[in-house]
Structures are given as structure tokens and as C-alpha cells.
């Protein structure tokens, strides 16, 4: 399946083989095109099941499963077999940005007892 860039100088549509995927390649007019990285889901279905459908097309794990012609199924493991960890990480983000309220408190109150006037 080959990657589609575009020229940002001078507008020109490239198909690039899979193997340069995150590099840089050359365009005729001299600048260079940055090939954007296979996402996880593209990464699992054209390497682990054999899917090939076009990434522009389907966006979602649902999408995919759909147009391969899998089932409801197939697309629910595919959206827990590349899920990131969002949510972990923004409950970590609250947790960490409460704690660091709770400290900017505990200092300011005891600014305000040695220091008062």
C-alpha cells in the first residue's frame, strides 16, 4: 500500500512505498516532503491482519471493520488493541495538577501565619 504526500512548494501528488514512512524524501523541484508515520491502526491491520483499505477513507476502528467486511467484533478489539491510554493519562493530569493546588495552599497559608503583620 503505497503513502500519498504532496509537495508543499509546488503542490505535486506523490505515492511513496510504505518503507519511508516517517523520513524525508525529495521532490523533483528540489524541497523535501516530509512522509507522515503509519498510525497504530493502519500499522495493525495492513502488518497483523492483512486489511488493506485506504486510511483516508476509514477513519475509525469501526470504518475499517466495516469496509474489510469484518464484524462489530473485529472492530471493538481493534479499538481496545490500539486505544493510547488517554484516559489514564488525563486522570494523572488532574490528580497532578490538584496536588500541585493543594501545595500553592498549604504555602500561602503558611506565608500568611509567619508573616503577618
Known amino acids: 500500500m503505497a503513502i500519498q504526500v504532496q509537495c508543499t512548494h509546488c503542490a505535486r501528488d506523490f505515492q511513496v512505498r510504505d518503507d519511508l514512512a516517517g523520513k524525508q524524501v525529495k521532490c523533483p523541484c528540489g524541497s523535501a516532503i516530509a512522509v507522515p508515520a ?3 491502526l493502519v500499522n495493525l491491520l495492513d502488518e497483523e491482519l492483512d486489511i488493506k483499505v485506504n486510511p483516508v477513507v476509514c477513519t475509525t476502528p469501526q470504518e475499517w471493520a466495516k469496509a474489510a467486511g469484518a464484524s462489530p467484533e473485529v ?6 488493541r490500539i486505544s493510547t491510554g488517554a484516559t489514564g493519562n488525563a486522570n494523572f493530569m488532574l490528580g497532578l495538577t490538584a496536588g500541585i493546588a493543594v501545595l500553592m495552599l498549604i504555602i500561602g497559608l503558611a506565608v500568611a501565619f509567619f508573616f503577618r503583620g
Do not use: F, N, P
Open 38 to 40: 503509519k498510525s497504530a
Open 75 to 80: 472492530a471493538e478489539m481493534l479499538k481496545k
